[in-house]
């Protein structure tokens, strides 16, 4: 499976189940310039074909739950990175 | 009849089974059938680009415009996420004001359009609160096509008859179709709340989770929106005064479209033009050209005077005949060709004598606009909500729409009758 | 002079300046102008569509469409590398072979479409010979404009005359402009090379490297290649017989556009429609509108009657007048403004008693297309190549454009006063 490891100084990130999907509650402790980039990723799921590949809701204070479909989870894990919002990826058996 | 008029119809009817077919794309044939037209001296190239009522395409494109600029704004996400929250998360309040919403803007958007920008904003309300998202969409489906009625840039039936009846504002198409639009609606809000009950459970955790969401997050650009309520706006206010204005309905909406790619500069303009369905647009062309052969050869005021003495000039009779017809047609056709041959045939039909010519306008456009509700191939809105669904794993069958829409469509044209009869024919 | 008359020029005159200033994009101008000239009703929206050139819009749409499909094909690259080893990799050879292409390519196809389909062969060929890719792209900058000359369908000035003009056919176009543009690109041939000469030396090695390269495989689908060819045959030959068949010109190029569409199936024609350059079609639209206020309030024929004055009536002065005149405004602003103001102009000319207006259509055609060529900014393809070139890395300069593009205007303007009045006035 594919694991990360993000830093929490500038960023929180935990993981839970949701009926299958993967359910991600994202939250910042630095915002600038990571929010953005964290938009980008959003505006890369909202703007491609598949409308329920990744749904993003935003609450007060700038935090974020991501419901993740279970076949997408990879391809969003690699956008954090792209956008260097999370710092290591690594392939574990 | 003569060889002229017999080319005309047989070039027009396998043209239209080839477009029922669905065997190749709507627009090449249409465009084809159209060119074999002129091609073969049924109309030469002058007399069809009067027939092309470019009226209806210049408001078509100024409306996709000003639509496809707006959706980039995050605009409607707003509104959707904004009225679930005030819906206090509640799944069956929620399914009441999507569908309303969807309603209001279908009657000032196109129908397709509104359904693109409603379906994923309910794929992720509906994710979050676990429900079943297809009560959603089929209300929303059936939402769109009823608000579409309700005004003359709402539905495609109803721009080409504004567009070809000039005494037919935008004022009168309110006053006249709004009421009924508005009371099939109201009858429909318990019917579906019956229907879908037992679909629409969520937990109150997941409904204070839809209540802790930001909905100011969703807007993705602010200026950008300002700019485009104000062309809106302005273009809405243009259509309600375009009669006072002496200006047609198309010169309102590229003058909005266009005030609006001043404000935002060109880069949106090539973006905004691809936007625009022109797949649609020459559709529309090549029908045009089509109807305008039989036109031309007067099969169409034969077919007039057809109807006329089956219906012995009796205008109760006549919009009961347009009404029906129209639905059923409208439930399993496209609705924009039937429309575009109706349009002279009731045109004709004034000319031989029948005075009162507005129940029949009405009625084609009850008919065609609430005869798409029927079958989920009755109106182009069905059939991509259908499509999103589906792509999504939530297949909307063939059956399982018309189990739910066959009865509500039929409902609202017996509604459509008791209306058209009682406001104009006693 | 009336009020009416008044205000539509100054709408005129404020679109055209906001237009050569560059400011804002040409076609938000263009058609904010029109809707203007229908808002202040100096036309009503009837008349203004009515003036709406639609063949010349249709005949730029039809041929986009079947362009942008062919070019999907690789033939072009496939002829270019031909040339190439047919030129045994000869620079100075490649060089005339690339600019007599794109010549006769301008003459069926719209010229940006031929260089944005020869710039990059011509990229990769001369980075292969390693010289400067820039005597090639001046030449074929020229030769484009020259080319485009040639036929009702090279370039837009001459779609627009054609199109208001019905008794210059398609092959009137050739017969009588064809001549002039064969003698002008012949006389061009040594110019570019005594221009050139010194830029275009390369070694025997990399002549032998062009010659080994494989045309083989550069054509990516040759069925479909098979159907582009055979349809815009077709459309060639439909273009030659137009009159005789009494089909306007628009019918031929849309035929073509929608059989090739019918053939090639479906999918390419999302991609293909929004190929087509809607911007410079609402250019159009904006334009026709614009020039209609001043048509209809008299304007134009008040010039024409003033240029009837200065000229004395006389058809040699008003010939050279009309040439040089477009030639000097062409090299500058946008010829198709110019043209789209002329035309109306030359029919006043007509109904005011000039009789014979034949040489006066060719010498606007010949100035507003050969005069594209004076300056960087004279034609849309100059432009577009440039921009091409400086994405590569090879900026082409205005000075340093001016320094080949204006000598070689002028000895074209020249070369077509001696064959106007030699043809027609003598």
Request: glycine share 6%; charged share 15%.
């Amino acid at each position: 499976m594919l694991t990360y490891a993000f830093n929490p100084d500038i960023i929180y990130i935990t993981e839970s189940n949701n009926d299958g999907d993967v359910e991600f509650f994202i939250r910042f402790v630095v915002e600038a310039p990571h929010l953005e980039k964290f938009k980008e990723v959003q505006h890369y799921f909202e703007d491609n074909e598949v409308y329920t590949d990744a749904l993003f809701y935003a609450y007060e204070n700038h935090e974020y739950r991501v419901i993740v479909r279970s076949d997408y989870y990879v391809e969003f894990v690699l956008q954090l990175m792209k956008h260097r919002l999370v710092e290591q990826v690594q392939w574990k058996e | 009849m003569e060889s002229q008029a017999i080319a005309a119809i047989a070039i027009f009817l396998v043209i239209y089974a080839l477009i029922i077919s669905e065997k190749i794309h709507r627009t090449i044939i249409a465009m084809v059938g159209g060119i074999i037209m002129v091609a073969v001296g049924i109309v030469d190239q002058e007399a069809a680009l009067h027939h092309i009522d470019f009226n209806t395409l210049g408001l078509l494109i100024g409306m996709m415009i000003i639509v496809s600029v707006t959706a980039e704004t995050g605009l409607f996400k707003y509104i959707a996420v904004w009225a679930a929250k005030k819906a206090k998360g509640s799944p069956v309040n929620i399914l009441i004001v999507l569908m309303l919403i969807t309603a209001i803007g279908s009657a000032f958007l196109d129908n397709v359009t509104t359904i693109l920008l409603m379906v994923p904003v309910t794929f992720s309300i509906t994710r979050q609160l676990k429900v079943s998202p297809l009560p959603y969409i089929m209300t929303q489906i059936i939402a769109s096509n009823v608000g579409g009625t309700a005004t003359l840039i709402g539905d495609p039936p109803n721009i080409m008859i504004g567009s070809a009846v000039s005494e037919l504002t935008f004022m009168a198409f309110i006053n006249n179709l709004a009421p009924i639009a508005a009371i099939v609606l109201i009858v429909y809000i318990p019917l579906f709340i019956l229907i879908f009950r037992k679909q629409l459970k969520t937990t109150p955790e997941l409904r204070s989770s839809i209540m802790r969401m930001d909905e100011r997050e969703l807007i993705t650009d602010r200026k950008l929106m300002y700019k485009s309520l104000t062309a809106l706006g302005l273009t809405i206010i243009g259509f309600f005064l375009h009669q006072a204005l002496h200006l047609e309905s198309a010169t309102v909406a590229l003058a909005g479209a266009f005030l609006l790619l001043v404000l935002t500069g060109e880069h949106t303009m090539e973006e905004a033009f691809r936007k625009v369905e022109w797949t649609t647009i020459f559709f529309f062309v090549g029908l045009f050209v089509l109807v305008a052969g039989l036109v031309e050869t007067d099969v169409i005021a034969k077919l007039a005077a057809q109807a006329i003495e089956w219906t012995g000039g009796n205008v109760t009779a006549a919009s009961m005949l347009i009404l029906w017809m129209s639905a059923i047609a409208s439930a399993f056709l496209d609705n924009i060709p039937f429309v575009a041959t109706m349009i002279p045939m009731i045109q004709e039909m004034g000319n031989m004598g029948i005075d009162n010519l507005e129940p029949l306008w009405w009625s084609l456009a009850l008919g065609a606009c609430l005869g798409g509700n029927g079958t989920l191939i009755g109106a182009s809105a069905n059939l991509i909500a259908a499509g999103m669904a589906g792509k999504e794993g939530h297949p909307i069958s063939f059956v399982k729409f018309m189990k739910v829409a066959f009865p509500l469509m039929l409902l609202s044209i017996v509604l459509s009758s008791a209306y058209i009869y009682l406001r104009y024919l006693i | 002079m009336s009020h009416q008359a008044l205000l539509a020029i100054a709408i005129f005159l404020f679109a055209y300046g906001f237009i050569i200033s560059e400011k804002i994009h040409r076609t938000i101008l263009a058609m904010i102008g029109g809707l203007l000239m229908v808002a202040c009703g100096i036309v009503d929206q009837e008349t203004a569509i009515h003036h709406i050139d639609f063949n010349t819009l249709g005949l730029l749409i039809g041929m986009m469409i079947i362009v942008s499909i062919t070019a999907d094909t690789g033939l072009f690259r496939y002829v270019a590398i031909k040339a190439a080893k047919r030129a045994q990799g000869s620079p100075v050879r490649i060089m005339i072979s690339l600019a007599v292409i794109t010549a006769i390519a301008s003459a069926f196809l719209d010229n940006v479409t031929t260089v944005l389909l020869i710039v990059p062969v011509t990229f990769s060929i001369t980075r292969q010979l390693g010289v400067s890719p820039f005597p090639f792209l001046i030449s074929q900058i020229v030769a484009s404009n020259v080319g485009g000359t040639a036929t009702l369908i090279g370039d837009p000035p001459n779609i627009m005359i054609g199109s208001a003009v019905k008794e210059l056919t398609f092959m009137a176009f050739i017969t009588n402009l064809a001549p002039i543009v064969v003698i002008v690109m012949a006389s061009y041939i040594p110019l570019f090379v005594f221009m050139f000469r010194k830029q275009l030396q390369t070694s025997e090695e990399r002549k032998r490297s062009i010659m080994e390269l494989n045309v083989n495989g550069l054509i990516t689908d040759s069925r479909l290649l098979v159907k582009c060819l055979s349809v815009l045959a077709v459309t060639i030959i439909g273009f030659f017989l137009h009159q005789a068949f009494h089909f306007e010109s628009a019918t031929v190029a849309l035929a073509g556009a929608f059989i090739l569409l019918l053939i090639s199936g479906e999918h390419q024609m999302e991609h293909a429609i929004s190929k087509v350059e809607w911007t410079t079609i609402f250019f159009f639209i904006g334009l026709f509108v614009l020039v209609s206020g001043l048509v209809e309030t008299g304007v134009i024929a008040d010039l024409a009657a003033r240029a009837i004055d200065l000229t004395g009536g006389d058809p040699v002065a008003a010939s050279m007048l009309i040439m040089w005149m477009s030639a000097i405004a062409s090299a500058f602003v946008d010829n198709i403004p110019f043209v789209a103001t002329m035309i109306p102009m030359i029919q006043e000319m007509g109904s005011m008693g000039v009789a014979n207006l034949e040489p006066l259509w060719w010498s606007l055609a010949l100035g507003a297309c050969l005069g594209g060529n004076g300056t960087l900014i004279g034609a849309s393809a100059n432009l577009i190549t440039a921009g091409l070139a400086a994405k590569e890395g090879h900026p082409i300069r205005f000075l340093q454009y001016l320094k080949y593009g204006l000598p070689l205007m002028l000895v074209s303007v020249a070369l077509s006063s001696i064959y106007v009045y030699l043809r027609y006035l003598a």
